[in-house]
Structure formats: C-alpha cells, structure tokens
C-alpha cells in the first residue's frame, strides 16, 4: 500500500471545485490500498549506487503492489486492507534464501534487480520507512527458526544486516507455544493491531522456519477533522442501498484531479509529514468500484501522476470513519495467480537457506486500518512458513548394455547377523537382446 510518488511535472488545474458530498461507492475501502509514502523522502545524502538500488528496488515494489491489489482486491468482496509492501519484504527475505529457477520467478514476480542491489535497496527501503518524522512508521522483519533447524549462517548475517531482521529460535513441535511466540512478536510490533496471525494448529514440527514482516503506521492528519462537524450522512452500498455512516467534514486545501478516462476522482489527504498521504479514488457511479478495480494499475498511476501536477485547492471533504481488517491467505494468489508456483511446489530450492530441502507451506497476511478525525492508523503483519519436505530423486536407471540377472528367493532378515539370506533361482546375463 506505499506507492512511491512519481516525478512532478507541471500542468494546468481545472478550477472547478467538486464536493466530495457525493461520495457515494466506497463499499470496499479502496482508498485504504492507496495511501502512500514516499521513499525518497529523506534527503540524507547516500552514495549513489545504494540510491540507484533504492529507486530500483521501489518501482520493483510499486509494480508487484498493484499487481498483488489487482487479484487481492477481485477476490475480496467485503471492506479490504492489504499491505503489499509487507508482503514484499517477507517474500524478498525468502526470495534471498532461493537458488536456480526458484530463484528466478522470484525474481520476476517481485521484480527484484541483482541479489546485490536487491539487498542494498531493501536495506535503504527499509532505513527510509523507518525515518519518517512527524508521523509513526515502523518496519520490522523476524526469522523464526525451528530448534536444530540448520540455518547457513551467510542467510542469517544477510537477514539481520539488509533487513534488520531479529533471529528467534522456536520449538515448533510445541505448537500452542510457538504460536504465542510469533503472536506477541506480532502484537509488539503493530501496537497490539495484529494478534493471531499463525495459530497453533498451523504449526507442526515438518515446519522450519517462519518469515515474519509488521508494517505499523500511525499519522495524524496535517489538518484534523472537527469531531463536531462529524454526522451521519448516506453512503451509497449499491445502486439499491443507502445507509446512514458517521461522516467526517473538513473544508479546507487539498489536491484532487478529476481522472474522466477512468469516471473517478482523486484526492490527497496528507498526515502531518506532507510526503506521507492517503489518496482516495473515487468512482463517479455508485456500481463503478469493479471497473476501477479492474484496471487499478492505470488508475493508480494516473491519479498519482496527475495529483504530483496538480495544486491544492479548496474543496469540501466528506469521508466515512472507518475500520477495517482483513485476513488474506496469499499462499493461493501468489502461486496460481502470480507466477510464484515453484516455491511452493517439491521442486522448490532454498539453498541459500539451507542444505535440507525447503518449500513454502503457506504464506498469509492480516492487516488493519482505523480511520477517523484525528487520523489513521494501520497495520500489517505478513507470515511466510517454509517447511522441509522429503526430496523425491527422479534418477535414470536405463539398461542399455549388457548385464547380469539373478532371480533370487529370499529369507527374511536374520535378526542376528542383520542379513538376508538369498537363494538364486535364476543367474544369468544379457549381452545382445532378442526377442
Ligand atoms: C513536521 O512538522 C513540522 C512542525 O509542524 C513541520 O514544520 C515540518 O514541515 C513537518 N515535516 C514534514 C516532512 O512534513
């Protein structure tokens, strides 16, 4: 959900004023998705190699964050809250552990730029989100390993050094326990936002290791909401429903561009660090969610571009107070729906990771959003769980020169000596087939 801000151009303003009394289809909170941060915010000077990393890597995350709305957002039919960016970091941490043609899709579906640049630029993403003022905003990443796990060491220096990851070691064999562990490390983490995201019955000791990413976010809004100009107003839940919801209004500068192409709006509510904003769009028809969410990649860029070109102006903000959590089982949309299948299939490779073989078992995500007239805040946790499988060899035994055969009888083993005794029937070899 942080979508980096693209370039500013200049433009001309339309300067008619809209009044967002017309709100009318936000079923979903769509709006949710789209609030974002800019990662290039702070401008201490870095060399220009992790810069370059840093750009990188975002455009990588801002490409898989629509691409993981566009499906996530279809499948929800309710009020939706998603973190991509949580989802990213926990995949990229796995990603960094994968080896061959595993390695590859992760690259693609995340695309991710050499191993080099990818941990540099995560390590500046992370560093950036991280030093936001004015506002809260806390990334934080955890391996939880199974106790006697081999773990290569160079995986563990990698996580704790580029993605400030802190290391844990849990009996998974002990589910209930384990799972508490992974549930308080959540709730710490997302100001008690975020509980249960991996229950006990979740965890069993084929279980190796669990990635753990918690994005928190807490920001007031550059300029506040009267909570006495709040009142119930109708909110349009279809073309057949109105309901009576607890409407905020604010009138006041904001940016807003009207997107004609797409029949919807957009507006910029910025927190009280100005980089960081909540961008709602807005379709012009009460049923006009789907279409918009159809083509939500083009929508997003638009809006964005075209609210980076535009000025504020005084407008009249009706918003809903809402609250919103959603749990998403992304193990199933990442691997059918977004090419990401090898790593959870037997041929998956986690080399980096270790010598036993690994693959994921499941991937999931539970995030929240409260929004109301001093501001918002929202929270995500990302679970992926990598467990070991028995390796299926699938070598050749071709006979195709000449060989020996016995048909032998054979004894049971003898509990003594260990052996089996083996009577041939039948000896014989084969050095120029007929038949
Ligand atoms: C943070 O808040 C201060 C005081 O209100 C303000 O001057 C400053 O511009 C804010 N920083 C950002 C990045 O918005």
Not at 165 to 185: G, L, M, P
Not at 360 to 365: A, G
Not at 413 to 418: C, V, Y
Request: with cysteine; hydrophobic share 40%; glycine share 4%.
């Amino acid at each position: 959900m942080f979508v980096r801000r693209f370039i500013l151009r200049s433009t001309r303003l339309t300067l008619e004023e809209y009044s967002m009394d017309k709100m009318r289809t936000l079923q979903k909170s769509l709006l949710a998705l789209c609030l974002f941060a800019s990662a290039m915010a702070s401008p201490t000077p870095k060399p220009t190699e992790s810069l370059e990393a840093l750009q990188i890597v975002s455009q990588g995350a801002q490409l898989f964050s629509t691409n993981m709305i566009k499906i996530v957002a279809k499948e929800q039919q309710d009020n939706l809250i998603a973190s991509p960016l949580s989802a990213n970091i926990a995949l990229t941490m796995a990603a960094n552990g994968a080896a061959g043609t595993t390695e590859e899709q992760f690259r693609h579906v995340l695309h991710l730029p050499s191993k080099t640049q990818t941990l540099t630029g995560f390590q500046q993403l992370i560093n950036t989100m991280n030093n936001v003022e004015n506002v809260t905003l806390n990334l934080a990443n955890k391996l939880f390993i199974g106790k006697d796990f081999p773990v290569k060491s160079q995986y563990k220096q990698d996580l704790q050094t580029y993605f400030h990851s802190d290391i844990e070691s849990v009996d998974f064999s002990q589910s209930a326990k384990a799972a508490d562990t992974i549930n308080t490390w959540s709730k710490e983490k997302t100001n008690n936002r975020i509980d249960n995201i991996v229950q006990a019955d979740d965890l069993d000791s084929s279980l190796a290791l669990v990635l753990a990413n918690a994005v928190y976010f807490k920001g007031n809004w550059a300029h506040q909401f009267d909570p006495k100009a709040t009142t119930d107003r109708p909110f349009h839940v279809d073309a057949n429903n109105v309901k009576q919801v607890p409407t905020m209004f604010r009138k006041g500068n904001y940016k807003y561009v009207e997107l004609p192409e797409h029949e919807a709006k957009c507006i910029e509510l910025p927190y009280a660090n100005k980089e960081v904003s909540m961008v709602i769009i807005l379709p012009d028809k009460i049923d006009g969610l789907a279409a918009l969410i159809d083509n939500i990649d083009a929508v997003m860029l638009d809006c964005n571009v075209r609210l980076a070109q535009t000025y504020e102006r005084e407008v009249r903000v009706y918003l809903p107070k809402f609250k919103t959590e959603s749990k998403l089982d992304l193990g199933n949309t990442l691997s059918t729906k977004m090419g990401l299948s090898e790593p959870f299939s037997n041929s998956a490779n986690f080399n980096g990771i270790s010598d036993l073989p690994l693959k994921i078992d499941k991937v999931v995500q539970k995030a929240f959003i409260e929004v109301n007239e001093e501001g918002s805040e929202a929270a995500a946790v990302t679970g992926i769980m990598l467990q070991t499988y028995a390796m299926v060899y699938e070598e050749k035994f071709e006979i195709n020169r000449p060989f020996i055969y016995n048909i032998i009888k054979t004894s049971s083993i003898n509990e003594e000596t260990g052996v089996r005794e083996v009577i041939p029937l039948f000896v014989g070899h084969v050095a120029n087939p007929e038949y």
